[in-house]
């Protein structure tokens, strides 16, 4: 009984080989005769890639991957026949049909190399898998572009990793690598997919291959400085700042801009303001050049040069009428100003001198906060303050922005 019961066991176990190898060969006839059957041929393979005897052998997996190959071919053909292209959803089919290709390429070759009974390597399709590795080297890239496209962003960062590693992943190939400011590019479309994808740090890491990979244009280093603002990532915003600085001086404020934040944040001044300076050289629009004027004037405050703080102040909303934090800063000064003389002046002086400096300081600050509510958040409890200091808490004025 045990021998019948393993020779039972044998043959069953060969019926389900067979069994197997029977739907691989299926499959292979269906991509053969019809590329149109690929789609449907990858999915009636994937019984034999999950079970335990085909799954050990490479004809499975090479014909899994040529099938999924031959689905991206047939879509490709589809777009070169239709005036609207792809649909997202067929982009999106394409690109993971690549991806899937490769994927089992990969896992056919080291099956491939497995010694037969009397101990010799004869692969029967490495050759073939090496040639398509080398023929699909630039599909790769545009799968990767399907899926972007589709908004398939973790899976086109796949995609281009496919591309970009292709020629080192498979030597044998001899594949010859784009140049380098073509994977740069690359690197770079892969930098916004891992933004876009939440991977705000993933990407900061992929702009700066793209940066040291040789892509240069002036959208790289203003989608660095804005991934790297996301990341939180001061050491990155900073060195986005300075390469695209480097590069292209004050034909974009922003790269300057950031640079004049961190000497703001370290108090060099001196620094800062040669900076400013040469922003303001550069002939900026007056929206800018009204905040470059309104940097100046936060270094004077610093230093406690009230006056010529206030006179860069208004030459900042003079260029830019709608410059709520310009009319804010002007408030400040003057509010400033007077408040540090309340205390030890008469009542005389206080209601004749001090008094409407701080009611002009207060019109500033309502200016600022009716062209801007959300940015001067801030002005409500201001104002609350200032109001009950020179009319008392029953002010109406008082009570208004006490309940704002």
């Excluded at 398939?152 to 796949?158: L, R, S, T």
């Excluded at 916004?192 to 280093?221: I, Q, W």
């Excluded at 990155?236 to 404020?253: C, H, L, P, Q, V």
Aim: contains cysteine; negative net charge.
């Amino acid at each position: 009984m045990k021998r019948i019961s393993l020779i039972c066991a044998a043959l069953a176990a060969a019926f389900t080989m067979s069994a197997q190898k029977a739907l691989v060969d299926e499959v292979k006839n269906d991509i053969k005769s019809n590329s149109a059957n690929a789609q449907n041929a990858l999915t009636k393979i994937q019984p034999a890639l999950t079970n335990p005897e085909s799954a050990q052998q490479a004809y499975t997996w090479f014909t899994a991957g040529q099938a999924a190959l031959t689905a991206y071919d047939h879509l490709r053909a589809m777009e070169g026949l239709s005036p609207q292209g792809l649909t997202p959803e067929q982009k999106a089919t394409a690109g993971n049909d690549m991806l899937q290709a490769f994927e089992y390429f990969t896992k056919a070759l080291p099956l491939d190399q497995v010694p037969d009974a009397k101990g010799k390597v004869k692969p029967k399709y490495t050759k073939d898998i090496n040639k398509a590795a080398k023929e699909n080297y630039v599909e790769t890239q545009r799968a990767g572009i399907y899926l972007y496209e589709a908004g398939k962003y973790p899976e086109a960062v796949k995609a281009w990793d496919l591309y970009i590693n292709l020629p080192a992943n498979f030597p044998d190939a001899k594949i010859q690598a784009d140049p380098d400011t073509i994977v740069a590019q690359m690197m770079y479309y892969q930098a916004l997919a891992k933004s876009f994808a939440g991977d705000n740090k993933g990407a900061v890491a992929t702009l700066r291959n793209a940066m040291d990979t040789g892509y240069k244009t002036p959208e790289l280093y203003l989608n660095a400085l804005a991934v790297a603002t996301q990341a939180q990532d001061s050491v990155a915003m900073s060195e986005f700042a300075k390469r695209g600085y480097d590069i292209y001086g004050t034909e974009n404020i922003a790269f300057i801009g950031q640079l004049i934040n961190d000497k703001l944040a370290k108090n060099d001044y001196t620094a800062c303001v040669d900076l400013v300076n040469q922003a303001l050289a550069a002939n900026p629009d007056n929206e800018t050049a009204a905040q470059l004027y309104d940097i100046l004037g936060c270094i004077d405050a610093d230093q406690e040069k009230l006056d010529s703080a206030y006179d860069l102040f208004t030459k900042a909303v003079e260029l830019n009428p709608n410059f709520a934090k310009g009319y804010f800063d002007q408030g400040r000064m003057i509010y400033n100003k007077a408040i540090t003389k309340w205390d030890d002046a008469s009542e005389d002086v206080r209601q004749n001198t001090l008094k409407p400096e701080i009611l002009k300081a207060a019109a500033l600050f309502e200016k600022a906060y009716e062209l801007d509510e959300v940015g001067m958040g801030s002005v409500p409890g201001s104002l609350y303050r200032l109001y009950y200091l020179i009319e008392g808490e029953e002010s109406p004025n008082t009570q208004k922005w006490h309940n704002m």
